[in-house]
DNA sequence: CGCTTATATAAGGCAACACTTAAAAAACCG
DNA sequence: CGGTTTTTTAAGTGTTGCCTTATATAAGCG
């Protein structure tokens, strides 16, 4: 599953957010996202599974618990693909680079 | 439809690759993405009408023409969504913030 | 050991989405 | 105007993904 798959759920996504603090255990995210998005134990744990798949997290056992963390590889994926654009808003409204080909000068 | 769906379609993430380099008409991103990806060009068009609909992209017309061109906005959203991570790559290996809960110091 | 707690896996149902082909809309060109 | 080009919209179909309930695994505890 690609990175950009992996965020597109809300879930995920708020895992992520979760796990931005620090390592949690699988039952605390579990309360949390039951609690927000009203969605069973065993959901929480497949969108944890396709988060440790993909490699958004890595897990630690510590006796029953399941100790969830970042990791850090796929989201930097995600901002370098996002570099390209960041001409767009962080330099003013123009784009680092123009169009070359042959049809432009027709910015009016 | 989330910035993130929107971009977890690699078709998407492709259109906007394309126009990260500069405006381009809808039949030359068919063009491209048809040969890349083997699909129809109402598919693309399709396409082109999420990047719309979800305001990654801008249509202007010029004769029979669609030239699109990239609307930061969204993509500047997900930036800002993943500002909370660049902590655990931009200084070191060590996020920003520790775990402030009890069960913490047990990082070895 | 049996019961409870913590977590994961399995199997099945339903909705969302991306593709296809067909057709419409609109500008251009002779 | 009639035909061609460019692009979009419509309708139908198949696949994928997320959820549910039920069950498995495994550690803790009395």
Redesign the pocket.
Known sequence: ?HAF?VL??P??RRILELLAVGEQ????I?AVIQDE??????????????L?ESGFAS?R?E??????AVDAAPLREVDAWLERFRGFWSSGSTPSKRNSREESANAD
């Open positions: 599953m798959d597109g759920d879930v995920r255990a699988s039952g605390d579990s998005f009203g969605i069973s134990q065993p959901a929480v744990s497949q969108h944890l599974r396709v440790r897990v056992a006796g029953t618990r399941r100790l969830y």
